[in-house]
């Protein structure tokens, strides 16, 4: 289980995480998802001791990361795929990670085999890997020492759609087994795959959290039209509470039927109007985000 309490990382004159709480339980797959810059990298780093906080924790089965006698036996991370030693082989940097945590060495073997690194590219200097392989042998780092804890920022990053479709697999099959997995992704037709918790933040602060179907039947009505100010004016003067995204789109908890009867009654054409629940992650997302998307920058 990791538990984030009222954490808070300050820079100077910058606040990358404000006052964020959170848990990933085991036997489930938490989702962290956010904007480039919204604090999840920061998050995650407190997590695993590479960042100290400014205030709060962030804790493994109640212990600081930095606490834990041997840290790869219960807790697996993978941050930063291309951070591996360049001019390493694939083998030698297992075998260093089961040396340090004490591990025999047919682990190594079995690592490569779980993940699909053959015999000749284990042998193989880091430097030439795609990051695909990278994230391959990262993600066997992190599953070396057996540990029941995978923290993973964007693991999918350069896997083809049949590597993708492993990782989920194993993800899934992991957390089946009572282990607990905090996970990064821009992909998030993935997230919605095989997430059962959802953890958004934004400008450093949580903005919703829960599990995927509570989130996603909770988003309410999703509508456009081509008055989007207009219609949120409407839907007020009606009594109908709204709000409107930076999206250019308009939410409510009012069912469809009704925020349709108040657009036609005030001559306002829409263009989209459906539950958010059908629109689907992507959407609920960035209605959630929208202050802190800027164009042309991945979600």
Do not use: C
Not at 4 to 20: I, K, M, P, Q, W
Not at 196 to 216: C, F, P, R, Y
Not at 273 to 278: F, K, P, Q, T, Y
């Amino acid at each position: 289980m990791i538990t984030v309490e009222s954490l808070t990382r300050r820079y100077a004159g910058f606040t990358a995480v404000d006052n964020v709480s959170f848990t990933a339980l085991p036997g489930r797959v938490t989702g962290f998802l956010g904007p480039n810059g919204a604090g999840k990298s920061t998050t995650m780093r407190v997590m695993v001791g590479l960042t100290v906080p400014t205030s709060g924790s962030a804790t493994i089965n109640g212990e600081r990361f930095a606490d834990l006698p041997n840290p790869g036996l219960e807790v697996g991370v993978l941050l930063d795929a291309s951070a591996q030693h360049a001019g390493r082989t694939g083998r030698e940097i297992l075998t260093i990670a089961a040396d340090t945590m004490g591990l025999p060495r047919r682990r190594v073997d079995e690592m490569l085999e779980l993940v699909s690194l053959t015999s000749s590219e284990a042998k193989r200097r880091v430097r030439n890997y795609s990051l695909g392989m990278r994230q391959r042998l990262g993600i066997g780092t992190a599953l070396l020492g057996d540990p029941r804890v995978l923290i993973l920022d964007e693991p999918a990053n350069g896997l083809d759609p049949a590597g993708i479709r492993w990782m989920r697999d194993l993800l899934t099959g992991f957390a089946s087994q009572g282990g607990t997995v905090l996970l990064s992704s821009h992909l998030l037709h993935e997230i919605e795959v095989i997430a059962d918790d959802l953890v958004v933040i934004g400008n450093g602060k949580i903005v919703a959290s829960g599990s995927k179907e509570e989130l996603l039947a909770a988003a309410g009505t999703l509508v456009r039209s081509t008055s989007p100010r207009d219609l949120a004016h409407a839907l007020e003067l009606a009594g109908v509470p709204s709000t409107l995204a930076g999206d250019g789109s308009v939410r409510t908890d009012a069912d469809p039927a009704r925020v349709g009867a108040v657009a036609l009654t005030a001559g306002i054409t829409l263009t989209e109007l459906r539950s958010a629940e059908s629109a689907g992650l992507e959407d609920m997302f960035l209605s959630l985000t929208a202050d802190t998307q800027r164009e042309g920058v991945a979600a």
